[in-house]
């Protein structure tokens, strides 16, 4: 008698039919391919799930194992593959079942429904219904499977805020917005939250210049001499004088407004102290803050030598709330301690307070903008190519690589120049790291022609977490790996012949230890096209922006 985990077949039907509604042909199916999953796994081991569908099979495994898709141990991935995989949950080991079609021909009715080869109400039900109770998971084949540690790492949340744009709950990992206000929401169309109804500054009382002798400014007086100067001739809560009318009139105000005239109260946040505070959260490690704005605005600086990243999302979140400001430099910029990062203020002279607590609790729980410090790199060089092997060609790629990994106070200890092959290539790749290099970089020997064996040879020396392929002009064919520790980096031959190329852009994310996932790889795309100008001005331009 057939089984499905533990149930009779007679029961399972029954189970389907209570879950689904009818009996959905792929439920069925995935039931048997859940059983084989399980029964070729361990006993009293914990596992996950992963789905490679959405079609009926997922049902199949929330029906008969505890992964459900609320509980976070079934993943559904949507691959249009009618597979599963059963996977430990600690270690990744695990099985894929998947309907193999060859193993399709002697299950005609089965094979007719799989593929859609007839309209449904051409189909043989009651057949299709017995050949799958005949067939079980005999038309399924079985793999061994490892699956990657991100789906291996069970994260918890950490916590929840509440989405500035939409109100909502969400849990804060997910960004400064919930996903739904960063644009992954399936809606056409849906009602907004109404724009918080205060009003856009307080009743403020004005005093003739003539009569503010004696006064303080309420905040910053700017004078402006085109060409010449732009600056604060008064700064916030300085004594006008007499002598200050007539260089106020000069400047073209008539009025001013005094701190003894003015006191809008708890509800009302000064520019000067909303400024201070939106520094404050938003600088991060290895960045500080002026502590004394100038004309309402405060400014974040390096406090280090580093690599500039940037929490765009919660700067594009805090800059969506009404009437607050941030603009800074770019992310993964090189800095020098002392370097302004960037500026932020308050736009009306009083903010409501309810508008600066809203940009605030956005700047809770992550700084916007951070300085990475960058490792001094022991650095190896390993030439690839039969032709420099030889002395056909100068290598001219080991004092390209030492020129640029210099810039930044690393140190080439070792290179060399290796044959297109790959055992050769692997020896050298070991000897470099024995010799203590933790940035291994490999130049050439990364395009499509069968000969280039870097990859393999690399493989070969033990790399791991191998990334071929960067959406980067120049640059398309770069690598990275890592050997245990040591970075590893896979230098395409255009860097003869271009100033600047991928390893310009990536060089700095490794010695700042930042990891690089094929995500980072692909934001790159956007602004990774170098012009090659005739006159190279990196880093002040556009490429890798």
């Given at each position: 008698m057939?089984?499905i985990?533990?149930n009779?077949y007679?029961h399972y039907?029954?189970?389907?039919k209570?879950f689904?509604g009818?009996?959905?042909?792929?439920?069925?199916?995935g039931g048997f391919?859940?059983d084989?999953?399980?029964n070729?796994?361990p006993?009293g081991?914990?596992?996950d799930a992963?789905?490679?569908?959405?079609?009926?099979?997922?049902d199949a495994?929330?029906?008969l194992?505890?992964?459900?898709?609320?509980?976070g141990?079934?993943k559904?991935l949507n691959m249009?593959?009618?597979?599963?995989?059963m996977f430990?949950?600690?270690?990744?080991e695990g099985?894929?079942?998947y309907v193999d079609?060859p193993?399709?021909e002697?299950w005609?009715?089965?094979?007719?429904w799989f593929?859609?080869?007839?309209?449904?109400k051409?189909?043989?039900?009651?057949l299709?219904l017995?050949q799958?109770?005949?067939?079980g998971?005999?038309?399924?084949?079985?793999?061994k499977?490892?699956m990657k540690p991100?789906y291996?790492?069970?994260?918890?949340?950490k916590?929840f805020?509440?989405?500035?744009?939409c109100?909502e709950?969400?849990?804060?990992?997910?960004?400064?917005?919930c996903?739904s206000?960063?644009?992954?929401?399936?809606?056409?169309t849906?009602a907004?939250?109404?724009e918080?109804?205060?009003?856009?500054?307080?009743?403020?009382?004005?005093?003739?210049?003539?009569?503010?002798?004696?006064?303080?400014a309420l905040?910053?007086m700017?004078?402006?001499i085109p060409?010449e100067?732009?600056g604060p001739?008064?700064k916030?809560?300085?004594?006008?004088?007499?002598?200050?009318v007539?260089?106020l009139q000069?400047?073209g105000?008539t009025r001013?407004?005094t701190?003894e005239k003015?006191?809008?109260?708890?509800?009302?946040?000064?520019?000067?102290?909303?400024a201070?505070a939106?520094?404050?959260?938003m600088?991060?490690d290895?960045?500080a803050?002026?502590?004394n704005?100038r004309?309402?605005?405060?400014e974040?600086?390096?406090?280090r030598?580093?690599?500039?990243t940037?929490d765009v999302?919660a700067?594009?979140?805090?800059n969506?709330v009404l009437?607050?400001a941030?603009a800074?430099r770019?992310?993964?910029?090189?800095v020098?301690?002392?370097?302004?990062l960037a500026?932020?203020?308050?736009?009306p002279?009083?903010l409501h307070r309810q508008?600066?607590n809203q940009?605030?609790?956005?700047?809770v729980h992550?700084p916007?903008?951070?300085?990475h410090p960058m490792?001094?790199?022991?650095?190896g060089?390993l030439v690839t190519?039969?032709?420099?092997?030889?002395?056909?060609?100068?290598d001219?790629?080991t004092p390209i690589?030492q020129k640029?990994?210099?810039?930044?106070g690393?140190?080439v200890?070792?290179?060399?120049?290796v044959?297109?092959d790959r055992?050769?290539?692997?020896?050298?790749?070991?000897?470099?790291?024995?010799?203590?290099v933790?940035?291994?970089v490999?130049?050439?020997g990364?395009s499509?022609?069968?000969d280039?064996?870097t990859?393999?040879?690399?493989?070969d020396?033990?790399?791991e977490?191998?990334?071929?392929?960067a959406?980067?002009l120049?640059g398309n064919m770069?690598?990275l790996?890592?050997?245990?520790?040591t970075q590893v980096?896979?230098?395409?031959?255009?860097?003869l012949?271009?100033e600047r190329?991928?390893f310009d852009?990536l060089?700095p994310r490794?010695l700042?230890?930042?990891?690089?996932?094929?995500k980072d790889?692909a934001?790159m795309?956007?602004?990774a096209?170098c012009?090659d100008?005739?006159?190279?001005?990196y880093p002040?331009?556009?490429?890798?922006?």
């Amino acid at each position: 008698m057939k089984t499905i985990c533990g149930n009779t077949y007679e029961h399972y039907l029954d189970m389907v039919k209570n879950f689904h509604g009818h009996l959905a042909p792929g439920m069925l199916i995935g039931g048997f391919m859940v059983d084989a999953a399980v029964n070729n796994l361990p006993q009293g081991e914990f596992f996950d799930a992963v789905c490679e569908t959405r079609a009926c099979l997922p049902d199949a495994i929330q029906l008969l194992t505890p992964c459900t898709i609320g509980n976070g141990w079934l993943k559904i991935l949507n691959m249009g593959l009618f597979a599963l995989t059963m996977f430990e949950k600690f270690d990744g080991e695990g099985i894929r079942v998947y309907v193999d079609p060859p193993k399709l021909e002697p299950w005609p009715e089965i094979k007719s429904w799989f593929f859609k080869l007839k309209p449904k109400k051409e189909q043989n039900f009651e057949l299709l219904l017995k050949q799958i109770s005949d067939a079980g998971a005999d038309f399924c084949s079985l793999a061994k499977v490892q699956m990657k540690p991100e789906y291996v790492d069970h994260k918890r949340r950490k916590g929840f805020d509440i989405c500035r744009q939409c109100g909502e709950a969400y849990p804060w990992e997910d960004g400064s917005l919930c996903l739904s206000c960063q644009g992954q929401n399936p809606y056409v169309t849906a009602a907004k939250t109404p724009e918080l109804s205060i009003s856009p500054a307080p009743d403020l009382t004005a005093v003739n210049v003539e009569e503010s002798e004696g006064m303080h400014a309420l905040h910053d007086m700017t004078r402006i001499i085109p060409g010449e100067e732009k600056g604060p001739l008064y700064k916030k809560g300085q004594q006008l004088k007499g002598a200050d009318v007539c260089r106020l009139q000069k400047m073209g105000r008539t009025r001013v407004y005094t701190a003894e005239k003015n006191n809008p109260g708890a509800e009302w946040v000064h520019e000067d102290e909303a400024a201070l505070a939106f520094a404050k959260a938003m600088a991060g490690d290895g960045a500080a803050f002026t502590d004394n704005p100038r004309e309402g605005k405060a400014e974040i600086i390096a406090d280090r030598d580093g690599l500039l990243t940037v929490d765009v999302l919660a700067l594009e979140a805090f800059n969506s709330v009404l009437g607050v400001a941030c603009a800074g430099r770019h992310s993964h910029t090189v800095v020098k301690k002392g370097d302004k990062l960037a500026g932020t203020r308050a736009l009306p002279l009083y903010l409501h307070r309810q508008y600066f607590n809203q940009a605030m609790d956005g700047l809770v729980h992550r700084p916007v903008y951070q300085v990475h410090p960058m490792r001094q790199a022991k650095v190896g060089v390993l030439v690839t190519g039969t032709e420099v092997f030889q002395g056909l060609v100068q290598d001219k790629f080991t004092p390209i690589i030492q020129k640029k990994v210099e810039h930044y106070g690393s140190q080439v200890i070792c290179s060399d120049i290796v044959a297109d092959d790959r055992d050769a290539i692997s020896a050298c790749a070991k000897k470099f790291v024995e010799a203590g290099v933790d940035l291994l970089v490999t130049t050439a020997g990364l395009s499509v022609d069968p000969d280039d064996v870097t990859r393999l040879g690399l493989t070969d020396a033990g790399a791991e977490n191998l990334l071929y392929g960067a959406p980067i002009l120049p640059g398309n064919m770069t690598l990275l790996a890592n050997m245990g520790e040591t970075q590893v980096i896979g230098v395409p031959a255009c860097a003869l012949f271009h100033e600047r190329t991928s390893f310009d852009l990536l060089l700095p994310r490794l010695l700042a230890n930042l990891e690089i996932t094929r995500k980072d790889l692909a934001k790159m795309g956007h602004g990774a096209f170098c012009l090659d100008c005739k006159t190279c001005i990196y880093p002040r331009c556009g490429f890798g922006k």
